[in-house]
């Protein structure tokens, strides 16, 4: 399996519930990011991680909770979501140091009730 | 406020003719430009970038010219094919570092 891979890609959730997204790369990336695309919105970043620690955080509300246990795999955890929430999370690597190539994943859509 | 921006959210070209996509930055710290494309239900993917030393990278059909006096960058398609119609985004970084901003995207639909 190659690139980047991220699971599930269609999620409905209650804004009482708690969920995660995952990313995972085999690219042999260094630093790994989550990005939010709503509707009629530029992709905005959320977080950015380079070997495995925290570089980036753009004032992202606390319901949202990364986690990068190695520099394969990330999580988006999610709780106590609200509607405008909804959107396409999508998740990116790279070198840690390139020129600014992201490879994305697919994307998870993410519904919130 | 946007710093990147793309102000046509959709462009219709006939196959074969010159697809051009623009986009406009505020913020002169950027030295590095990037377009990707995405088609639907995929991500984004990369497709042509510009250091700012340049003015001009061309890769096949795929040009794309930087003008930083006047913070502006286009990317050319030319010949226009069916199979590029997507929605394309174009993005920014400073110190050629990976904290990229992105414009809202142009979507473009080559027409047979």
Redesign the interface.
Known sequence: ETG?T?TPRHLVMGMTNKKSLKCEQHLGHN?M?WYKQSA????E?MF?YSLEERV?NNSVPSRFSPECPNSSHLFLHLHTLQPEDSALY?C?S?HA???????????SRLTVL | D?Q?KQNSPSLSVQEGRISILNCDYTNSMFD?F?W?KKYP??????LI?I?SIKDKNEDGRFTVFLNKSAKHLSLHIVPSQPGDSAVY?C?A?GN??????????TRLMVKP
């Open positions: 980047v991220q630093a990011y009629k919105k530029p992709l970043l950015v980036e999508l990116a790279s140091a390139n020129t600014g190539e992201l490879f994305f994943g697919e994307g | 946007q990147v590095y990037l990707y239900a995929e991500g984004p993917t990369f970038s250091s985004f993005a970084s050629a570092g990976n904290m990229l901003t992105f414009g809202g995207g």
